[in-house]
C-alpha cells in the first residue's frame, strides 16, 4: 500500500492509502475506527480495484482543524 495526503478545504491534512489497480473504489471507516480496519477488504479488492482507504479527519493519521462539525467531516 501506499500512502500521501490530500488537503480538505479547510486546510486539514487528510491520510489516504491506496492498492490495487482498476476503477477506483474509497473506503471510509466508521466510528472509533481507523483505516486498518478496511485492509482485509481492500486486499480482497486490489487485483480488480483501485482501493483507497483513508484516515477520517482526528483518526491517526489525519488531521483535525477545529471546531469540529459533522458537515465538516
Known amino acids: 500500500m501506499d500512502e500521501f495526503d490530500v488537503r480538505s478545504a479547510d486546510g486539514t ?28 477488504l481492500s486486499h480482497e479488492l486490489c487485483n480488480s480495484m483501485a482501493t483507497f482507504s483513508m484516515d477520517r479527519r482526528g483518526f491517526v493519521a489525519s488531521g483535525a482543524t477545529p471546531p469540529y462539525s459533522i458537515e465538516r467531516d
Open 13 to 40: 491534512s487528510l491520510a489516504v492509502w491506496t492498492d490495487g489497480d482498476g476503477p477506483p473504489i474509497v473506503l471510509v471507516h466508521g466510528s472509533i475506527a481507523d483505516h486498518t480496519t478496511l485492509t482485509p
